[in-house]
């Protein structure tokens, strides 16, 4: 008897705890938010202010909140719309609670009414922008819970996809989803970390990705590229209208309307919302665009503190037409259990003092207190107002004493990503207990039909990976891949289809290579690299082996190399014209521009970056060189008035550039060197911020004059490239080169020092790095020189005034070509190019000058410059 009454009295027990639980599970409040018009308002805010904690309602304007049982503040938010709150007693069960929001009431100021004062909005955003760095550095730290809901779809293609697309299962209703739920944390001052605690995810979200949105600031200069209304430059280019203020909850609200002076890339529209007094944001709904992706952000903050705002609600609509294709993505996310340490230092509450209003005023506050280097927070000490002016100077001098302390001077961004073990083996039970936001009918049915598609693609997956494991197929000799033959090693060959091409030297020839690669561990890996190429013309066989061993971790990555056998190479080893360029300018336009050499050679080599922000390669090379002549004449096209040049190039110094056998040894030294480098870390891995530093170099080449070499030269050269945005999407960039081949006792053409000619109506090289008309050959030299380069990518210049051909994506450059040398008479070229021409090309005008003087002009064909700046 006494086992029977312990035995029921665990069960008592039991029933008694999953009748708790399921009380806790399924008591809270649900139902819908509208409008006095009956309108459901998609993705209304609703904030528990007690349990700092939030959610969203749907696009139908439903929501479901699951509460314990207790009393609840609730604060119910949407843009334009007067904020609401209610105390709400939730009992054991869910209870219907409809809510009904009605427009705000905007009242003006009388300033903004009169013409003969400036707008308000002026001053409002005067002072916000000079908060926004005391806003960044508010917080020493804050967690929170981030909740993302995404989906995109495919709204149009092109009409000869569409029928294969439809085969595929994608229409018009959706073709991607995702949620996820994510713990992040912030540290000050630029230390992210996020630990993915489950995801969800079918079909591709085409780096459409809200999340460096979500895990940053709006408080930057510039959000994702695009210069912030709240930039310390915003006034260079928006235009601010001041619409009206509103009270929330004891706050002032004011409205501003933020207009770019001219419209285009990688600046906002819309309107802006700023509390009085903190100055802080309160919400905004923006947009924005760049090479014709726009983007729709709406972002509702609330008071975590009496003096800190911090987010709870973004949402994001990214909508693109390119080639023809439709496409729109949007995403949700919501953020909740908020905790949050303000900084200490800066935890005063004053008023601040705009001088351009209040210049009297302002004057004696300044005149009364400096601020201090050394202590600038004790400026903050017994004051109550502050300029605009003495607030930037207290936290720049702040910031720099705390950069100065800092192990971490030129990192700046620090991120953590932790996805755990069982993020997305998440069962659909779970997701509906812990899901914030309820799914529509439209979002299940698209689950269940992207699940089973996601079904398929993995069986389609397994089945291709178990052909890549296969042997050899006859026709992969032809068409190449690349194929796994273990967990070391790995083998990839070229498509030898690619390799068939053509030159006045070889005539049609083709080339087979391949690529062998044996891990040895995760950071060092061995190469065999074999090549073989057959000239049909002049009946020759080439080819060569290189072995290369790679070792050492990122950013202290080395290699050493050897490389030998019996190959051909042109003049210029930078291989200023392309074999499928000089393909076509041979065949179709009856123009040899390629000038090619044989040499036997062995090379050996090893390069290292030595730090952070040093690198250096040394080589030395073993050859025998011959020079080669032209064997065919064939081309499609037989132009009366053209014939086929001599592989032995025109140049003006040397004249003759014919050369014979002779055996040469030539060793080559280059350092390169970026003084103020920065860096981002990612889970620990250092990575390089591109532009973010000039890069100097030195090379010194050498001819070493033996029994074996009869060469003897030496030449050094200082270089100097940087690359820098300048505000709102335009680009300048500079490469400058000045060296001089100080002993020239015994030299061939091929050691001369040559430049990167064009003479092909394609220009496939680096655009700041190359001439657009330059001969290939004509001023090399084995003198003094100097090779500058200026490329400004312009966002407005001439046609991009029109705002229909900036929303187009095209963009415009202007560019500056000089090359000195005792006989190129002050070579310069003068340029102008329509660029992102279907988000892929370039066209260029180019005019090209001798001292003062026009020698030539011409077009130019050239893949976008947006492709390599970005």
Not at 133 to 148: E, F, G, T
Not at 246 to 267: A, C, E, H, Q, W
Not at 575 to 586: A, K, L, Q, R
Request: aromatic share 14%; net charge negative.
């Amino acid at each position: 008897m006494k086992i029977n009454s312990l035995n029921g009295g665990i069960l008592f027990f039991y029933f008694l705890l999953i009748a708790s639980v399921s009380a806790a599970q399924t008591s809270g409040i649900e139902g819908y938010i509208s409008n006095e018009q009956g309108e459901k308002l998609g993705f209304a805010t609703i904030y528990i202010r007690n349990i700092e904690s939030g959610t969203t309602t749907n696009s139908e304007g439903y929501f479901q909140v699951k509460l314990n049982p207790g009393k609840y503040d609730i604060v119910f938010q949407y843009l334009g719309y007067q904020t609401l709150v209610k105390f709400i007693q939730v009992e054991n069960q869910f209870q219907e609670l409809n809510i009904i929001l009605s427009p705000i009431s905007y009242e003006l100021s009388e300033v903004s009414v009169r013409a003969d004062k400036e707008d308000p909005a002026y001053t409002i955003m005067r002072k916000a922008i000079a908060k926004s760095d005391y806003h960044r550095q508010q917080l020493n730290s804050y967690s929170a819970r981030v909740y993302i809901k995404g989906s995109g779809r495919l709204l149009d293609s092109p009409f000869f996809l569409r029928k294969r697309i439809a085969k595929e299962g994608i229409d018009s209703t959706t073709a991607f989803t995702s949620e996820s739920i994510t713990d992040i944390e912030y540290i000050r001052p630029n230390t992210y970390k996020q630990n993915v605690i489950s995801i969800r995810s079918s079909g591709n979200d085409n780096n459409t990705s809200p999340n460096e949105f979500i895990f940053g600031s709006f408080y930057e200069p510039k959000i994702n590229d695009a210069i912030s209304p709240l930039s310390p430059r915003a006034f260079a280019y928006y235009r601010f209208k001041y619409m009206g203020s509103f009270v929330d909850r004891g706050y002032t609200i004011n409205m501003i309307k933020v207009i770019p002076k001219s419209k285009g890339d990688n600046l906002f529209s819309g309107d802006l919302f700023i509390t009085d007094d903190l100055y802080s944001i309160y919400s905004f709904d923006l947009s924005t665009q760049t090479y014709g992706i726009n983007l729709n952000l709406k972002l509702i903050y609330g008071p975590v503190n009496e003096k800190v705002w911090m987010p709870i609600n973004y949402q994001f609509k990214f909508e693109a037409s390119i080639m023809g294709f439709d496409v729109v993505y949007d995403y949700l996310a919501v953020v909740s259990d908020y905790k949050i340490e303000i900084n200490p230092d800066l935890d005063h509450h004053f008023e601040l003092i705009d001088e351009n209003i209040e210049a009297d005023k302002a004057e004696d506050l300044e005149s009364k207190k400096e601020v201090a280097k050394e202590n600038p927070l004790d400026a903050f000490n017994g004051e109550e107002e502050l300029t605009r002016k003495q607030l930037n100077k207290i936290v720049k001098e702040y910031e720099k004493q705390e950069l100065a302390e800092s192990n971490s001077k030129n990192i700046t961004l620090i991120t953590d990503l932790k996805i755990d073990s069982l993020a997305s083996k998440k069962d659909p039970d779970y997701w509906n207990s812990v899901r914030p936001v309820p799914l529509t009918n439209f979002e299940v049915n698209g689950y269940q039909k992207l699940d089973s598609i996601a079904e398929v693609d993995k069986k389609e997956a397994m089945k291709d990976s178990l052909k890549n494991n296969k042997e050899f197929q006859w026709f992969d000799i032809f068409l190449g891949g690349g194929y796994s033959l273990g967990k070391k090693h790995h083998l990839k060959i070229d498509n030898m289809l690619g390799q068939i091409n053509y030159n006045t030297v070889d005539g049609f020839y083709f080339g087979y290579k391949m690529a062998y690669d044996y891990s040895l561990s995760d950071k060092n890996k061995l190469s065999f690299i074999p090549k073989v190429r057959y000239a049909t013309s002049r009946k020759a066989w080439t080819g060569g082996l290189k072995i290369d061993y790679g070792f050492g971790k990122a950013l202290r990555r080395g290699n050493v190399f050897i490389d030998g056998g019996r190959f051909t190479s042109q003049i210029n080893g930078d291989d200023p014209i392309s074999e499928y360029n000089n393909v076509f300018t041979t065949l179709v336009l009856k123009q040899n521009f390629m000038k090619i050499y044989e040499k036997n050679y062995i090379l050996a080599g090893f390069q290292k970056q030595i730090s952070d922000k040093v690198d250096f390669k040394i080589q030395s090379e073993l050859s025998e060189r011959r020079s080669l002549k032209n064997t065919s004449d064939f081309t499609f096209f037989n132009w009366d008035n053209r014939e086929f040049g001599s592989n032995n190039p025109n140049n003006i110094e040397m004249g003759d550039t014919d050369f014979p056998v002779n055996q040469a040894w030539i060793s080559e030294f280059e350092i390169n060197y970026r003084p103020w480098l920065k860096f981002t870390i990612k889970n620990g891995k250092k990575k390089v911020v591109e532009n973010s530093s000039p890069e100097f170099g030195l090379s010194y080449v050498k001819g070493i004059a033996t029994d074996f070499s009869i060469i003897d030269f030496d030449r050094l050269q200082l270089s100097y490239k940087q690359k820098i945005k300048v505000g709102a999407g335009s680009v300048l960039s500079l490469n400058v080169k000045i060296g001089s081949t100080f002993n020239n006792s015994n030299m061939t053409f091929v050691d001369y020092e040559h430049f990167m000619g064009n003479r092909s109506p394609f220009e496939t090289n680096d655009p700041v790095a190359s001439y657009r008309l330059l001969p290939y050959y004509d001023y090399s030299t084995n003198d003094e020189y100097l090779v500058g380069h200026l490329h400004y990518h312009f966002r407005k210049f001439l046609l991009t005034q029109i705002a229909l051909v900036r929303f187009a994506g095209l963009g415009e450059n202007l560019f500056v070509n000089y090359l000195g040398t005792n006989n190129s008479g002050n070579y310069t070229e003068l340029g102008y190019g329509i660029d992102n021409i279907f988000r892929i090309f370039r066209i260029e005008g180019i005019l090209s000058f001798q001292d003062g003087k026009f020698i030539d002009s011409g077009l130019r064909i050239g893949i976008s410059t947006v492709i390599d700046f970005n």
